[in-house]
């Protein structure tokens, strides 16, 4: 946006405009600290929406009254329960009712799924990935490779910055890709890097992997509900997310999946099996050989987990209010805002340097800007949280910062350029 400007009262005339501005009030701002607090953390953990309590509350007076009985007779009985959410969390993913289920968490769903998707062999057992990935993806690849035999440090193949550079070039990712050809087994990268908030272009590394025979998956832990995403349009084999990020489900909430169309009606296909994913036709009648629903349904394990999964259905209900489209036309301003407004504080203090390693290109990026603090240590960082800014540190001189359409305003991005302007000048 032209004539952008630095100051509360323009920051005010954008909030008053905007056509999201209520869902704000959805959502409890945290109260411990003795500043007004601006929460820039949704990208580790979002806020709880206030209707959450009520739909807990609702599980715990059915299971209160009814019991065990509970599975068939509550407001929303706990036996189909994850298929309330399925529809809502597949709008957010692009995905078909068939393809996307929520439950488990994010890890325990990644390595479920490359049961099915790492099936390697003698010749074609690389797996690619980007350096840098969130440690918990890292560590389940190594422990994927370990288990089918293969030492991390050969199959695991990671592609990253350029000397001197921060941010993955996307021709390295394909060159890599082709350079591997057919001793590439699977690609597995974060869909948006949680340390630069870089976003890949999914649908071409996935036809890129196909190319060559690979199997392709994302962790789209700060996709979901971040950015647009259209995983059976872009032919993804698998992806999976959290929901305690963008997607507001409580801390340590319950993960959802994708597995594609073409996929999930291969009975044939390795999978760890359990009860849950067993045809719901004849699942009571126990019997001894396992049968997979024809659907994404068959990975699931165990029942749901009803109280987690009631914190995740609160939320994604905001979600189906407003709609992805709507709230990614609010993360480009509101993010192009808060990069203004940095901007802005580096050409009038020439002694601070904050450098936005994030990209440039909305189309590029998500709410996320990650700023390199140039000549500052973690002392300023905590300073900017004294002062109430709730942001993330990241060593050695990494501030993340999430604008977050749904709850973040346009005054709260000014707040926090006015905060660590008068931080570092200090």
Known sequence: MKNWKNTLEFAKEIDNKDPLKHYKDKFFMPSFHKEKVTYFTGNSLGLQPKSTKSFIDQELNDWAKWGVEGHFHAERPWMPYHEFLTEKAAKIVGGKNNEVVVTHSLTTNLHLLMVSFYRPSKKRYKILCEKKAFPSDQYALQSQAKFHGFDPKEAIVEVG????????????????????????????????????????????????????GATVGFDLAHGAGNIPVSLHEWNVDFAAWCGYKYLNSGPGGSSGYFIHEKHVTNKDLIRFAGWWGHDKNDRFLMP?????????????????????????????EIFDQVGMEALREKSIQLTGYQEFIINDINERNPHIKLEIITPKDPNKRGCQLSIVAHGQGKAMFEKISNKGVVADWREPNVIRIAPVPLYNSFEDAYNFGKIIEACINE
Do not use: C
């Open 161 to 212: 910055p350029r000397e001197g550079e921060y941010l993955i070039r996307e021709e390295d990712v394909f060159n890599k890709i082709n350079e591997l050809g057919d001793s590439l087994a699977m690609i597995m990268i974060g869909g948006v890097n949680y340390f630069t908030g870089q976003v890949f272009p999914m649908k071409e590394i996935t036809k890129a992997g196909h190319s060559v």
């Open 288 to 316: 001894d050989q396992f049968n997979p629903i024809e659907s994404a349904e068959a990975w699931q394990l165990s029942n749901a987990p009803v109280l987690s999964q009631a914190a995740h259905l609160a939320s994604l």
